[in-house]
């Protein structure tokens, strides 16, 4: 290729000197296009202004509160309900304990900016949304916040105790009174505490995430790494997938390869119908993957896996009689599932390797959320559910038939609070109103 010649390098540069000082006078006369510039601008600045923030999402259902269709077949107790509500400070994350009516019969309001002020950037700290929770029966909850921290509040808001780590979603107690989280490391990398010289076969750095066993006080008792728990039993297959260049599209970033959303011990109660696994073994849903499996957490040894029949899946719950059950997101990347047949709860039985589908059936109303979303079964058979892209919780019955929900109140005409979590809790409004703080956290805001 021949070189430039000095004059054209010269005759390029003064037509962008003459452009630069164009723009000058443009502006300072108010030339053509000047007028067009400014509505461009103006244009810009109130789309950005009017852009919904990160925690909401497209609204669904154009009513709001709640419904109560078969009230009778309710399981009764109080709602813990995780999102965000507006207030005196404009939109905050808070915990709020709902009955039937939708009415408050208490909240925690909480702003991660002021229980981790000097431990976290701005960006990590502007997600803010409350991943996991756990009510303790003396009205303390414990709550993280996405790659931000987990903190225990008091009954009246006030932080008892505070882990400043990248932890995240779920938050699941054992036996012994400790809890069950997942974090993540502060930057991607290769390598890992068994793979000091790097992991094998990783393309890129990637995130880590240990499963952190946290005692009652806030401290890290014990931290399991995911990716070496994979490479120690034979799991590299589902790392090598995820590689492959059809995973790569649509959003799926490889650097949060694992995206752990669920950790949950096996309680001792239940131990004895599930032929496969002990007590304390911990359930791992490894949502990038489609992953879940079943790990003694002292000799990190995987007794059972699945990658099917779900996707991008959420919340896996030992059920009892030797049942799984999972949140499977279904997700295909379409607003309301138009590809997939929208999100679902699948159950699976290991020692027998049998499947159901427990929900939706041909009564269901219609439910997805593409990613978040939790389920719980509940002691009368029923299951809640909480449709996370939607701001939308519902219970419905065995037969998948409707018999109470609620929905956010809108955030804008075409905008709703994502709700991260809804829990059920065997409460009622006379034993919450022996918490500190109740009588000025009644509400009848809806």
Not at 190 to 202: A, K, Q, V
Not at 243 to 249: C, D, E, G
Request: one cysteine or more; hydrophobic letters at 35%; glycine letters at 8%.
């Amino acid at each position: 290729m021949a070189s430039r010649s000095p004059e054209k390098v010269a005759f390029v540069a003064s037509l962008i000197v003459l452009a630069f000082l164009y723009g000058f006078v443009v502006r300072a006369w108010d030339w053509f296009p000047n007028e067009l510039l400014v509505q461009a601008g103006d244009q810009a600045q109130a789309v950005y202004a009017f852009s919904p923030p990160s925690f909401v999402t497209s609204r669904v259902y154009d009513w709001q509160g709640v419904r109560e269709e078969q009230p009778d077949k309710m399981q009764p107790g109080l709602t813990l309900v995780t999102s965000e509500w507006e207030g005196p400070e404009g939109y905050l994350p808070e915990v709020r304990l709902m009955d039937r009516d939708g009415k408050t019969a208490h909240r925690w309001r909480v702003d991660p900016r002021e229980l981790f002020p000097d431990s976290l950037d701005d960006r990590r700290i502007g997600r803010r949304n409350i991943h996991g929770s756990h009510l303790l029966p003396n009205g303390d909850v414990l709550v993280n916040f996405g790659q931000v921290g987990t903190v225990r509040l008091g009954a009246c808001s006030d932080a008892q105790w505070r882990l400043p780590v990248r932890s995240h979603h779920s938050i699941e107690r054992a036996e012994d009174g400790s809890f069950w989280v997942s974090g993540s490391s502060q930057e991607p990398r290769r390598t890992s505490p068994g793979h000091p010289n790097g992991l094998p076969g990783l393309m890129k750095p990637v995130y880590h995430e240990p499963l952190l066993n946290v005692s009652e006080d806030g401290k890290v008792l014990d931290s399991l790494n995911v990716l070496d728990v994979l490479y120690a039993n034979g799991l590299e297959r589902h790392i090598a997938e995820a590689f492959q260049p059809h995973a790569n599209k649509d959003g799926l970033q490889t650097t949060d390869l694992t995206h752990v959303n669920d950790v949950e011990p096996l309680r001792a109660s239940l131990a004895d119908e599930y032929p496969l696994f002990d007590e304390g073994d911990l359930m791992v849903s490894i949502r990038n993957l489609s992953l879940v499996f079943v790990v003694d957490p002292e000799t990190r040894r995987v007794k059972w896996h699945a990658d099917d029949p779900f996707i991008l899946q959420h919340d896996p719950d030992f059920l009892g009689n030797g049942w799984i059950g999972i949140f499977d997101n279904a997700s295909d990347f379409t607003d309301r599932g138009a590809m997939l047949g929208r999100s679902r709860i699948v159950a699976i039985q290991p020692h027998t390797d049998s499947v159901e589908v427990r929900f939706p059936t041909k009564h269901s109303d219609p439910f997805h959320t593409g990613s978040m979303g939790k389920w719980q079964q509940l002691a009368n058979g029923n299951m809640l559910l909480t449709e996370s892209k939607a701001g939308r919780v519902v219970e419905v019955t065995p037969e998948g038939r409707t018999v109470w929900e609620w929905v956010h109140a809108p955030y804008d005409e075409n905008h709703v609070p994502e709700v991260t979590e809804a829990t059920r809790y065997d409460l009622t409004p006379e034993e919450v109103a022996s918490w500190s703080c109740s009588s000025s956290d009644m509400s009848s805001s809806r």
